[in-house]
């Protein structure tokens, strides 16, 4: 796809579902470890931010009820 053109939502929602998991399966990591270095606590906020961007963009892809 050329740049500027959109994804087509099916595929953007597939995509973002494959971001969770992947989020999912590195928070599950985290928190089955006993300690966390600050590194580890760093990268997990950041993935909570991003979870809740996929949220947002999730929610404004959904279609209005019209």
Known sequence: ????????????VADLRREIE??????KIFREQ?????QDRDAYEKRKIRLAQIKQELAALRPSPN
């Open 1 to 12: 796809m050329l740049p500027g053109m959109d994804v087509p939502t099916h595929i953007r």
């Open 22 to 27: 992947a989020i999912q399966e590195l928070n």
């Open 34 to 38: 006993k300690s966390h270095s600050h």
